[in-house]
């Protein structure tokens, strides 16, 4: 991996103890550690490769503290991220709000990053589905608003995880040949982007 270059900078971003590091560890490890909690601090990088059809991606994800006491920190690292996971825990609505709070700031601060929003823990929901604290149905609503995708995780039994990281590497792959397409060939976005735009990113 040293050496390698990355194509796209992703960010990780929720409340302290929503199941971030853990989501990096099943994503680049493929293991789970139950163990005593610990915070991040600061943040931690990680390399993933992901292959797209004939290419291979190579995400640089960022995995940043979520204590509200590194908050200042977080933002540093989610500029020019081409994507950010915003995750909240499953069985814990006040998440959801802090999840809110960063959707927010991207949107005024990052134009270009795509959200993807993030629930985790559901094996937790497996276990004993009154735990569920975020309604799924109101938290697709809010997604298509944003225009975010969303994707309920579980970083234990690693349901839903490749599927997510997958998206993102997709995502980029296809936004980046729409974008180059645009530019060398000058197409007039106010007159036809619905339709390059279609033809680019649905199959
Ligand atoms: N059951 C279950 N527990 C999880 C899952 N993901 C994380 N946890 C647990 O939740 C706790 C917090 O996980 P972390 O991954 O450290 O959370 P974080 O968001 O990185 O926390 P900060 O670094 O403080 O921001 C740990 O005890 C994990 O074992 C999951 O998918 N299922």
């Not at 099943?26 to 990680?46: D, K, L, M, S, W």
């Not at 997958?166 to 974008?179: G, N």
Request: contains cysteine; negative net charge.
């Amino acid at each position: 991996m040293s050496g390698r270059r990355v194509d796209a900078k992703v960010v990780l971003l929720g409340q302290e103890g929503v199941g971030k590091s853990s989501l990096v560890e099943r994503c680049a490890h493929r293991r789970f550690r139950p163990g005593p909690y610990q915070n991040t601090i600061g943040a931690a990088f990680v390399a993933k490769v992901i292959s797209v059809g004939e290419q291979t991606v190579t995400l640089g994800i960022w995995d940043t503290a979520g204590s509200e006491r590194y908050e200042a920190m977080s933002r540093i690292y989610y500029r020019g991220a081409r994507a950010a996971v915003v995750c909240y825990d499953l069985t814990d609505s006040s998440s959801f709000q802090r999840a809110k709070f960063w959707v927010n700031e991207l949107q005024n601060c990052e134009e270009g990053c795509r959200i993807y929003l993030c629930g985790t823990k559901s094996d937790l929901l497996e276990e004993d589905r009154r735990k569920r604290g975020v309604d799924f149905h109101d938290v697709q609503d809010y997604a298509d608003e944003i225009k975010a995708e969303l994707f309920e995780t579980s970083s234990k039994t690693g349901q839903s995880v490749d599927e997510l990281f997958q998206k993102v590497a997709e995502d980029y792959v296809h936004f980046t040949a729409f974008q180059v397409m645009t530019e060398e060939k000058g197409v007039d976005l106010g007159q036809r982007s619905g339709a390059y735009f279609y033809s680019c990113c649905h199959h």
